[in-house]
Antibody
Framework: EVQLVESGGDLVKPGGSLRLSCVTS????????ISWVRQAPGKGLEWISS????????YYTDSVKGRFTISRDNAKNSVFLQMNRLRPEDTAVYYC????????????WGLGTLVIVSS | QVVLTQSPSASASLGASVKLSCTLS???????IAWHQHQPERGPRFLMK???????TKGDGIPDRFSGSSSGAERYLSISSLQSEDEAVYYC??????????FGGGTKLTVL
Protein backbone atom coordinates (compact mmCIF):
# COMPACT_ATOMS: atom_id res chain seq x y z
CA GLU A 1 0.00 0.00 0.00
CA VAL A 2 1.31 3.41 -0.95
CA GLN A 3 1.72 5.63 2.10
CA LEU A 4 2.99 9.16 2.64
CA VAL A 5 3.16 10.41 6.21
CA GLU A 6 3.97 14.02 7.02
CA SER A 7 5.29 15.28 10.33
CA GLY A 8 6.99 18.29 11.85
CA GLY A 9 4.11 20.73 11.92
CA ASP A 10 3.97 23.01 14.94
CA LEU A 11 3.16 26.44 16.31
CA VAL A 12 5.99 28.82 15.48
CA LYS A 13 6.49 32.56 15.79
CA PRO A 14 6.80 34.80 12.73
CA GLY A 15 10.37 34.75 11.49
CA GLY A 16 10.94 31.28 12.86
CA SER A 17 11.83 28.03 11.14
CA LEU A 18 10.41 24.53 10.83
CA ARG A 19 11.42 21.37 9.02
CA LEU A 20 8.69 19.17 7.67
CA SER A 21 9.25 15.51 6.83
CA CYS A 22 7.37 13.19 4.50
CA VAL A 23 8.19 9.53 5.04
CA THR A 24 6.94 7.17 2.35
CA SER A 25 6.46 3.44 1.90
CA UNK A 26 4.89 0.93 -0.45
CA UNK A 27 6.47 2.12 -3.68
CA UNK A 28 9.84 2.65 -5.43
CA UNK A 29 10.47 6.04 -3.89
CA UNK A 30 13.53 6.92 -5.95
CA UNK A 31 11.49 6.67 -9.17
CA UNK A 32 9.03 9.42 -8.24
CA UNK A 33 9.09 13.17 -8.03
CA ILE A 34 7.48 14.46 -4.85
CA SER A 35 5.69 17.72 -4.18
CA TRP A 36 4.44 19.76 -1.24
CA VAL A 37 0.97 21.30 -1.39
CA ARG A 38 -0.64 23.39 1.32
CA GLN A 39 -4.11 24.46 2.31
CA ALA A 40 -4.54 27.63 4.33
CA PRO A 41 -7.60 27.91 6.60
CA GLY A 42 -10.74 28.38 4.50
CA LYS A 43 -8.76 28.27 1.26
CA GLY A 44 -8.08 25.80 -1.53
CA LEU A 45 -5.06 23.71 -2.38
CA GLU A 46 -1.88 25.52 -3.33
CA TRP A 47 1.20 23.88 -4.85
CA ILE A 48 4.40 25.14 -3.25
CA SER A 49 7.35 22.97 -4.23
CA SER A 50 8.50 19.89 -6.17
CA UNK A 51 11.68 17.84 -6.31
CA UNK A 52 12.75 15.45 -9.04
CA UNK A 53 13.91 11.89 -8.49
CA UNK A 54 17.62 12.64 -8.14
CA UNK A 55 17.16 16.14 -6.66
CA UNK A 56 18.48 17.63 -9.90
CA UNK A 57 15.42 19.80 -10.31
CA UNK A 58 13.67 21.73 -7.55
CA TYR A 59 10.79 24.12 -8.15
CA TYR A 60 9.06 26.61 -5.89
CA THR A 61 6.08 28.89 -6.05
CA ASP A 62 7.07 32.53 -5.95
CA SER A 63 5.78 33.20 -2.43
CA VAL A 64 8.22 30.74 -0.86
CA LYS A 65 11.30 31.16 -3.07
CA GLY A 66 14.34 32.02 -1.00
CA ARG A 67 12.62 30.97 2.24
CA PHE A 68 11.74 27.29 1.72
CA THR A 69 14.06 24.50 0.59
CA ILE A 70 12.93 21.09 -0.57
CA SER A 71 15.22 18.09 -0.31
CA ARG A 72 15.06 14.31 -0.32
CA ASP A 73 16.92 11.27 0.95
CA ASN A 74 16.30 8.31 -1.35
CA ALA A 75 17.96 5.94 1.13
CA LYS A 76 15.33 6.88 3.72
CA ASN A 77 12.38 7.19 1.31
CA SER A 78 11.84 10.69 2.63
CA VAL A 79 11.31 14.24 1.47
CA PHE A 80 11.84 17.33 3.58
CA LEU A 81 10.72 20.94 3.50
CA GLN A 82 12.91 23.39 5.38
CA MET A 83 10.86 26.50 6.05
CA ASN A 84 12.66 29.65 7.17
CA ARG A 85 11.51 33.21 7.83
CA LEU A 86 7.97 31.97 8.34
CA ARG A 87 5.08 34.40 7.97
CA PRO A 88 1.53 34.28 9.31
CA GLU A 89 0.31 33.63 5.78
CA ASP A 90 2.28 30.36 5.76
CA THR A 91 -0.23 28.99 8.26
CA ALA A 92 -1.71 25.92 6.59
CA VAL A 93 -1.97 22.18 6.50
CA TYR A 94 0.98 20.91 4.47
CA TYR A 95 0.58 17.79 2.34
CA CYS A 96 3.17 15.83 0.47
CA UNK A 97 2.10 14.15 -2.74
CA UNK A 98 3.59 11.72 -5.18
CA UNK A 99 3.76 12.76 -8.81
CA UNK A 100 2.59 10.23 -11.36
CA UNK A 101 5.50 8.96 -13.45
CA UNK A 102 5.53 10.45 -16.93
CA UNK A 103 2.93 13.04 -16.14
CA UNK A 104 2.51 16.01 -13.89
CA UNK A 105 -0.24 15.31 -11.44
CA UNK A 106 -0.57 13.97 -7.93
CA UNK A 107 -1.58 10.33 -7.71
CA UNK A 108 -1.12 9.76 -3.97
CA TRP A 109 -1.37 12.08 -0.99
CA GLY A 110 -0.47 12.15 2.65
CA LEU A 111 -2.76 13.16 5.51
CA GLY A 112 -1.02 16.44 6.16
CA THR A 113 0.68 18.26 9.02
CA LEU A 114 -0.47 21.56 10.49
CA VAL A 115 1.80 24.59 10.61
CA ILE A 116 0.63 27.64 12.58
CA VAL A 117 2.65 30.82 12.39
CA SER A 118 1.54 33.19 15.12
CA SER A 119 2.97 35.33 17.87
CA GLN B 1 -0.09 30.87 -16.76
CA VAL B 2 -2.90 28.37 -16.92
CA VAL B 3 -5.95 29.08 -14.76
CA LEU B 4 -8.60 26.55 -13.75
CA THR B 5 -12.07 27.83 -12.92
CA GLN B 6 -14.56 25.86 -10.81
CA SER B 7 -17.93 26.77 -9.38
CA PRO B 8 -17.62 27.24 -5.61
CA SER B 9 -20.50 24.98 -4.71
CA ALA B 10 -22.88 22.32 -5.96
CA SER B 11 -25.58 20.21 -4.40
CA ALA B 12 -27.59 17.14 -5.27
CA SER B 13 -29.81 14.66 -3.50
CA LEU B 14 -28.79 11.31 -2.09
CA GLY B 15 -28.96 8.73 -4.88
CA ALA B 16 -29.00 11.34 -7.64
CA SER B 17 -26.25 12.31 -10.08
CA VAL B 18 -24.15 15.44 -10.33
CA LYS B 19 -21.73 16.84 -12.91
CA LEU B 20 -18.97 19.18 -11.76
CA SER B 21 -17.05 21.35 -14.20
CA CYS B 22 -13.54 22.73 -14.50
CA THR B 23 -12.71 25.30 -17.19
CA LEU B 24 -9.24 25.71 -18.63
CA SER B 25 -8.05 29.17 -19.51
CA UNK B 26 -7.46 30.32 -23.08
CA UNK B 27 -4.38 28.84 -24.70
CA UNK B 28 -4.49 25.76 -22.48
CA UNK B 29 -7.69 24.15 -23.64
CA UNK B 30 -5.99 20.93 -24.68
CA UNK B 31 -4.46 20.28 -21.26
CA UNK B 32 -5.20 17.10 -19.42
CA ILE B 33 -6.25 17.53 -15.81
CA ALA B 34 -6.58 15.45 -12.68
CA TRP B 35 -9.57 15.36 -10.32
CA HIS B 36 -9.07 15.06 -6.58
CA GLN B 37 -11.56 14.59 -3.75
CA HIS B 38 -10.90 16.24 -0.40
CA GLN B 39 -13.10 15.14 2.47
CA PRO B 40 -13.04 17.02 5.79
CA GLU B 41 -10.18 16.12 8.11
CA ARG B 42 -8.60 13.81 5.54
CA GLY B 43 -5.88 14.04 2.94
CA PRO B 44 -6.89 14.63 -0.67
CA ARG B 45 -7.62 11.57 -2.78
CA PHE B 46 -6.71 11.21 -6.43
CA LEU B 47 -9.77 10.28 -8.48
CA MET B 48 -8.68 10.31 -12.11
CA LYS B 49 -6.60 11.80 -14.86
CA UNK B 50 -8.82 13.23 -17.60
CA UNK B 51 -7.57 13.91 -21.12
CA UNK B 52 -8.91 16.44 -23.61
CA UNK B 53 -10.56 13.68 -25.63
CA UNK B 54 -12.52 12.51 -22.58
CA UNK B 55 -10.49 9.40 -21.96
CA UNK B 56 -9.63 8.97 -18.32
CA THR B 57 -7.59 6.80 -15.98
CA LYS B 58 -8.94 6.32 -12.48
CA GLY B 59 -6.99 5.83 -9.31
CA ASP B 60 -6.95 2.55 -7.45
CA GLY B 61 -10.27 1.67 -5.86
CA ILE B 62 -12.25 4.55 -7.33
CA PRO B 63 -15.81 3.33 -7.84
CA ASP B 64 -17.47 3.15 -11.25
CA ARG B 65 -19.86 5.84 -10.03
CA PHE B 66 -17.12 8.36 -10.78
CA SER B 67 -16.46 9.21 -14.41
CA GLY B 68 -14.96 12.02 -16.46
CA SER B 69 -15.67 13.71 -19.77
CA SER B 70 -14.36 16.66 -21.78
CA SER B 71 -15.70 19.25 -24.20
CA GLY B 72 -13.41 21.97 -25.51
CA ALA B 73 -12.01 23.82 -22.53
CA GLU B 74 -14.36 22.08 -20.11
CA ARG B 75 -13.45 19.08 -18.02
CA TYR B 76 -16.21 17.32 -16.12
CA LEU B 77 -16.46 15.00 -13.17
CA SER B 78 -19.70 13.04 -12.99
CA ILE B 79 -20.80 11.20 -9.88
CA SER B 80 -23.83 8.94 -10.00
CA SER B 81 -25.83 7.29 -7.21
CA LEU B 82 -24.61 9.92 -4.77
CA GLN B 83 -23.76 8.74 -1.30
CA SER B 84 -23.26 10.74 1.86
CA GLU B 85 -19.52 10.07 1.80
CA ASP B 86 -19.29 11.84 -1.56
CA GLU B 87 -19.77 15.12 0.28
CA ALA B 88 -16.39 16.77 -0.15
CA VAL B 89 -14.52 19.49 -1.99
CA TYR B 90 -13.49 18.47 -5.49
CA TYR B 91 -10.42 20.02 -7.07
CA CYS B 92 -9.19 19.92 -10.62
CA UNK B 93 -5.46 20.13 -11.18
CA UNK B 94 -3.24 20.65 -14.19
CA UNK B 95 0.36 21.60 -14.77
CA UNK B 96 2.13 24.62 -16.17
CA UNK B 97 5.27 24.42 -18.31
CA UNK B 98 5.87 21.00 -16.81
CA UNK B 99 7.28 22.37 -13.62
CA UNK B 100 4.44 23.43 -11.38
CA UNK B 101 1.00 22.24 -10.44
CA UNK B 102 -2.05 24.46 -10.73
CA PHE B 103 -5.27 23.84 -8.82
CA GLY B 104 -8.75 25.12 -9.40
CA GLY B 105 -10.48 26.83 -6.51
CA GLY B 106 -12.48 23.72 -5.69
CA THR B 107 -16.18 22.89 -5.72
CA LYS B 108 -17.83 22.04 -2.43
CA LEU B 109 -20.37 19.30 -3.06
CA THR B 110 -23.25 18.98 -0.64
CA VAL B 111 -25.32 15.80 -0.66
CA LEU B 112 -28.85 16.63 0.40
Amino acid sequence: EVQLVESGGDLVKPGGSLRLSCVTSGFAFSSYSISWVRQAPGKGLEWISSISTTSSFRYYTDSVKGRFTISRDNAKNSVFLQMNRLRPEDTAVYYCAREHIGSYYADSWGLGTLVIVSS
Amino acid sequence: QVVLTQSPSASASLGASVKLSCTLSSGHTSNAIAWHQHQPERGPRFLMKLNSDGSHTKGDGIPDRFSGSSSGAERYLSISSLQSEDEAVYYCQTWDTGTSWVFGGGTKLTVL
